[in-house]
């Protein structure tokens, strides 16, 4: 189940229990003659610890983390900031596969225009609408190092949050837009593109690069590594 997807569904349980409290309660308190105002009143309390303590209950099974749990401004001294200021090829290939000039070719090929340019899709956001970038947490950057992060690791969402102090739904709605940006650029960019070589001596030189790491691959001009997905 999607992530977001389930925390709506809790969300809205949590908002029919409490009505249900308050509806039993309510109708308690109707049995009341007014002299009795005093235990009418405490059964309202009654139903609001028990709406308290189920709440209590089920955020011990939330595995999630919050705000105050995370670095305070994900603009600022973070994980993920302090890898994109190092400027370092070694770094930015181990974590996201793309050494810093190819990742700042795709931010000039159209990732950053397209950030700045499309509103992030969500139910309470039009989608013809001004993106509001005064509010987001990252500048265009940010999600291309997420997505990047998500396609070249293991490591499950809760560490991510963490490497760039993100709350989880925001985290899934940068990956996601993040992802359908990364793509359709991707598609206009001749350097992603997959051809055939134009001649045998062509071939035979992208062959010798491919010889030179893959001894066995003889008759092949390019390869491709294998994405680092959870099982």
């Not at 990742?103 to 950053?112: D, H, K, N, T």
């Not at 265009?140 to 490497?163: K, V």
Request: net charge negative.
């Amino acid at each position: 189940m999607d992530f977001d997807v389930y925390l709506l569904l809790e969300m809205s349980q949590d908002l029919e229990d409490e009505e249900e409290d308050w509806e039993q309660a309510a109708a308690s308190a109707k049995c009341f003659v007014s002299g009795e105002v005093w235990q009418a009143a405490c059964i309202l309390l009654r139903a609001d610890e028990a709406r308290r303590l189920r709440a209590e209950r089920r955020n011990r099974t939330r595995l999630y983390l919050c705000r105050p749990q995370l670095l305070r401004n994900p603009c600022f001294d973070t994980p993920w900031q302090a890898l994109h200021a190092s400027g370092n090829d070694r770094a930015f290939i181990t974590t996201m596969g793309f050494d810093v000039a190819t990742f700042s070719a795709i931010i000039e090929a159209g990732f950053g225009a397209a950030w700045a340019a499309t509103p992030i899709p969500r139910d309470d956001v039009a989608p013809a609408g001004k993106p509001r970038l005064g509010v987001h947490s990252l500048d265009a950057a940010g999600p291309l190092g997420l997505a990047l992060h998500y396609l070249n690791s293991t490591m499950r969402e809760i560490s991510l949050q963490q490497i760039f102090a993100l709350i989880p739904t925001t985290v899934s709605h940068y990956i996601t837009f993040g992802l359908r940006i990364l793509l359709g650029v991707l598609r206009r960019m001749s350097d992603a593109k997959i051809q055939w070589p134009g001649s045998v001596e062509e071939f035979q030189a992208l062959n010798n690069l491919i010889v030179q790491r893959h001894p066995r691959l003889t008759r092949a001009f390019a390869s491709i590594d294998g994405l680092n997905l959870p099982a």
